[in-house]
């Protein structure tokens, strides 16, 4: 085991190769280069395969093969190739393909700019794609969290048979920490994949990857099938931080990047005499909804604290149910708040003012 | 300024270039050493050469170091921002000065960082130029000699130019501790002797610069610019960030 510095979206890498990853997919795009440079060295050296593709669209399908093979598979990008790969993650959530997406977000709509944000949340937590499908969402805040949370990430969508996407931004991705890293990278896992395209050896049927289903009658049990999946995800599959919600009467909500800058707050707050606390989501889908419930019981108000509209504050708000005000405070374009003014806004909430959304 | 640092400087040539591994400490290094200079009373610009990496760069502190008298060359305006491999024409000026100027250059990361060098070789003759790799033994790839070795050969190959000597940075951000950079300066040095360079000088965080007890080469304590938008004293304008 040794300490070593490394950037976000190298951990990312070597995360994944850790995890028994040998696989990867993709097209280069801002601000997630890096990632990308770090596996085409890396995966050769464990006898692995990095492909830089023609395309976002080439690129996961060809994860939508290597995961229909039976292969520990993933492919990154930034919001406007996520966006173009959508049929690709629909296709693989309709086949169910275990595979690990990474959204290294930036500022949008459109071509936006190369800036952090977190503006994809919707699109992540909701399907983004066509058709009736999840994706488990994961937010790391740390380099840390994202070497560990590679290999949870493999492991739920082996697991679920699901697509997991990493969602973090270019803070995330370009900030360097101290991580632990095995100086040995561990044999690839062998995760038994009985519905694996991956040769009949001596099996009496053929498995077929596919997510057609011409019969309404096939489609609607597939779509019921999973949705009992998906249910059971959100039962099992809730992850979160709290930080200081004892006695907490301001409870901030945030994730990723911004998570880092509201725990920062929360120090704040509280040596100045204000009660605040914090919630992190570390699953953005399962959200923590019940959690969130069982807080907002014990607290005078939320405030929700991203970078971008107001996405996320709709899961709270839903989660809230109107029993306490929720606030939210945004910074969009690629603009990162800073603790000073989210600081200034739970004291203008705490003082009784404040914009609810 | 200590003694150390003076002769650092001694017999520099008028450009220095800082290349090293994404995340080495280029741009922290540079800004530093071109501050120094400038405290030693020269007249310093600092010249931008990170055309792959829009995170974290010399331009990112441009005001902050103009207010202390440094001039910062990079892209203009929108430009600034682009995802886009684009230069100042102000470079060429820095590069074909004649006069007691000294340009101080940040390039981005690895060879892929380098690859700009190559278009102003014919201003980078030897003896004129400093090309210093940097050198962090905590980063990925650059944790042992054959990892540096490889490390310098492909700037070198990339660059079209030759690197002049190593600069000792073992760090492990806000986690570096004495024994941290004794390690890690213990493998640079060792490795500088196999290829027959200088190590010229060591960078540590200010703090830490009194208590590391390294004599071998010159110290340059570092006072860190870059900040993450939840540390305290940062700059409240999202700097480094674009």
């Known amino acids: 085991m040794s300490r070593v510095?490394?950037?976000?979206?190298?951990?990312?890498?070597?995360?994944?190769?850790?995890?028994?990853?040998?696989?990867?997919?993709?097209?280069?795009?801002?601000?997630?280069?890096?990632?990308?440079?770090?596996?085409?060295?890396r995966l050769p050296e464990v006898g692995g395969l990095y492909m830089q593709a023609e395309s976002e669209v080439a690129s996961i399908n060809m994860v939508y093969g290597a995961a229909g093979a039976?292969?520990?598979?993933?492919?990154?990008?930034?919001?406007?190739?996520?966006?173009?790969?959508?049929?690709?993650?629909?296709?693989?959530?309709?086949?169910?393909?275990?595979?690990?997406?990474?959204?290294?977000?930036?500022?949008?709509?459109?071509?936006?700019?190369?800036?952090?944000?977190?503006?994809d949340y919707f699109q992540a937590t909701r399907g983004g794609g066509h058709g009736d499908y999840r994706t488990i969402t994961l937010a790391p805040n740390s380099v840390q969290e994202i070497i560990d949370m590679m290999k949870k990430a493999f492991d739920l969508a082996d697991k679920y048979r699901n697509p997991v996407i990493l969602m973090a931004d270019g803070v995330m991705g370009q900030m360097m920490e101290p991580v632990d890293l095995d100086d040995e990278a561990p044999a690839p896992e062998v995760v038994s994949k009985t519905w694996a395209a991956d040769g009949m050896k001596g099996r009496g049927h053929k498995n077929i990857i596919n997510s057609l289903y011409v019969v309404p009658e096939e489609l609607?049990?597939?779509?019921?099938?999973?949705?009992?999946?998906?249910?059971?995800?959100?039962?099992?599959?809730?992850?979160?931080?709290?930080?200081?919600?004892?006695?907490?009467?301001?409870a901030l909500v945030a994730f990723g990047t911004t998570s880092r800058v509201c725990r920062a707050v929360v120090e704040r707050a509280r040596s100045r005499g204000?009660?605040?606390?914090?919630?992190?989501?570390?699953?953005?889908?399962?959200?923590?909804?019940?959690?969130i419930a069982a807080v907002a019981a014990g607290v005078k108000c939320?405030?929700?604290?991203?970078?971008?509209?107001?996405?996320?504050?709709?899961?709270?708000q839903m989660a809230v149910k109107g029993l306490v005000p929720v606030h939210f405070y945004g910074r969009c374009g690629g603009m990162v708040p800073a603790a000073g003014d989210v600081l200034k806004e739970v004291e203008t909430i705490w003082r009784g003012g404040g914009e609810q959304k | 300024m200590s003694k150390v640092i003076e002769v650092m400087f001694k017999n520099l040539s008028r450009i220095t270039i800082f290349s090293g591994g994404f995340g080495s400490g280029k741009t922290e290094l540079t800004i530093n050493f071109a501050l120094a200079l400038h405290e030693q009373g020269?007249?310093?610009?600092?010249?931008?050469?990170?055309?792959?990496?829009?995170?974290?760069r010399t331009r990112a502190v441009r005001e902050r170091l103009l207010n202390r008298g440094v001039e910062v060359i990079s892209p203009e305006g929108k430009l600034a921002g682009a995802d886009v491999p684009a230069l100042n024409p102000a470079v060429w000026s820095v590069l074909q000065e004649h006069s007691a100027e000294y340009g101080?250059?940040?390039?981005?990361?690895?060879?892929?960082?380098?690859?700009?060098?190559?278009?102003?070789?014919?201003?980078?003759?030897?003896?004129?130029?400093?090309?210093?790799?940097?050198?962090?033994?905590?980063?990925?790839?650059?944790?042992?000699?054959?990892?540096?070795?490889?490390m310098l050969q492909s700037i070198e190959k990339a660059a079209g130019v030759k690197v002049t000597g190593l600069v000792s940075n073992p760090n492990l951000g806000l986690e570096t501790t004495?024994?941290?950079?004794?390690?890690?300066?213990?493998?640079?040095?060792?490795?500088?002797?196999?290829?027959?360079?200088?190590?010229?000088?060591?960078?540590?965080?200010?703090?830490?610069?009194?208590?590391?007890?390294?004599?071998?080469?010159?110290?340059?304590?570092?006072?860190?610019?870059?900040?993450?938008?939840?540390?305290?004293?940062?700059n409240e304008k999202t700097e480094g960030l674009h």
Request: net charge negative; with cysteine.
């Open chain 1, 70 to 119: 039976g292969a520990r598979v993933m492919t990154s990008s930034s919001g406007p190739g996520i966006s173009l790969m959508q049929e690709g993650i629909s296709y693989l959530a309709g086949a169910e393909l275990p595979c690990v997406i990474v959204n290294m977000m930036r500022g949008g709509p459109g071509l936006g700019n190369i800036a952090p944000s977190q503006s």
């Open chain 1, 274 to 291: 204000i009660p605040a606390g914090l919630i992190r989501p570390i699953a953005l889908w399962p959200f923590p909804y019940d959690f």
């Open chain 1, 220 to 250: 609607e049990r597939h779509n019921r099938e999973l949705g009992r999946k998906y249910a059971e995800i959100e039962a099992r599959e809730v992850m979160l931080e709290e930080y200081r919600l004892d006695g907490a009467e301001v």
């Open chain 2, 104 to 150: 101080v250059f940040d390039a981005g990361g690895g060879d892929i960082g380098s690859i700009i060098l190559g278009r102003f070789k014919k201003y980078l003759l030897p003896g004129g130029y400093n090309l210093f790799l940097v050198v962090n033994t905590c980063r990925p790839y650059t944790r042992d000699p054959a990892g540096i070795i490889s």
């Open chain 2, 178 to 234: 004495v024994e941290t950079i004794r390690n890690g300066h213990r493998v640079i040095v060792e490795t500088a002797a196999r290829l027959g360079l200088p190590v010229v000088f060591l960078g540590v965080r200010e703090e830490l610069a009194g208590d590391v007890g390294i004599v071998d080469v010159p110290v340059l304590p570092l006072k860190l610019f870059m900040r993450m938008p939840w540390h305290d004293n940062h």
């Open chain 2, 42 to 56: 020269k007249k310093v610009r600092v010249v931008d050469l990170d055309i792959i990496n829009p995170y974290f």
């Open chain 1, 302 to 316: 939320f405030l929700v604290v991203e970078m971008n509209m107001g996405q996320m504050v709709e899961d709270v």
């Open chain 1, 5 to 41: 510095l490394m950037k976000g979206n190298e951990a990312i890498g070597e995360g994944a190769v850790q995890a028994g990853c040998r696989y990867f997919f993709g097209y280069p795009i801002t601000p997630q280069s890096e990632l990308t440079h770090y596996l085409a060295k």
